[in-house]
């Protein structure tokens, strides 16, 4: 179970790191210049990387292994224990990485708001 937990936590942490690379808000760009807006916006997603959003993945996915460990053996003995423990750690942890890349999303949003775009 543990070596599960793992495995999983490396590919959420690259999957929100990456998502915070790649959110481009909608902005209203009518009288700023696009190249200060670029470096802004790449600023922006710095900051956004540098939130520390993965901890509550790896808790969810904690979580979701354990509970479905418990579920998969009661049900299913040994084999259903591995098969729970996947199943609940990979939907906590994407469940929480999903959430998590909305916090990045709204790091990045209110980031641009204070440096006076509009962002929709």
Known sequence: MKK???????????????????HNPTVDLKGKNQ?????????????AKNKDVGNDAAVAT??????GAASGA??????????????GGLNNGSSAALSASDQQDRVVDDCLRNRGYTVY
């Open 4 to 22: 599960l937990t793992i495995l999983i936590l490396p590919f959420a942490a690259l999957f929100l790191s990456a998502w915070a690379e790649n």
């Open 74 to 87: 009661i049900f299913g003995g040994g084999y259903g224990a591995a098969t729970g423990a996947a199943s």
């Open 35 to 47: 190249q200060a807006y670029q470096t802004d916006l790449k600023e922006c997603r710095a900051i």
């Open 62 to 67: 904690g979580v979701g292994v354990g509970l």
